[in-house]
């Protein structure tokens, strides 16, 4: 019961770091092409962000209790240390390339600026998509 419960948690985690980075991405690609649209699009963009200070730590502690319960048997799959790599990307890249392009999109709106953000994004995206089809064919 406990087991079913610490994956509800840890999908919902996911769903939620996951969703909110898709939202912001599919809310982004407007502002690229029209950068004077940022303006209203932003503030939308950062309220969104909201979601994965609560995400991530129900992802975390959702995944550590698991490993808990099942002994660790997952650590010593090959699948599951390349997925835990990718867990620590996705913060690393959003606390480095992220924030600091925020930075620079908040303070002058370019063509650099957004096509950076642009790529932060579908970066982001192919890590959680990745981490998800680890998740799902568990490869050997």
Known sequence: MLYHLLLIVHIAGF???AGTTLATCILFFPVRRHPAKATAVLPVIHSLSIALPI?????LL????????????FLAQRWMLVKLVLVALLPLNGFTIGLAQEKKLKANINAR??????????SQLLIFISILVLAVFKFQ
């Open 62 to 73: 959702s995944g550590t209790g698991l490993l808990w319960l099942t002994g660790g048997a």
């Open 15 to 17: 769903l939620l770091m």
């Open 113 to 122: 600026t957004l096509r950076h953000m642009h790529w932060f994004y579908a």
């Open 55 to 59: 995400g991530a730590p129900l992802l």
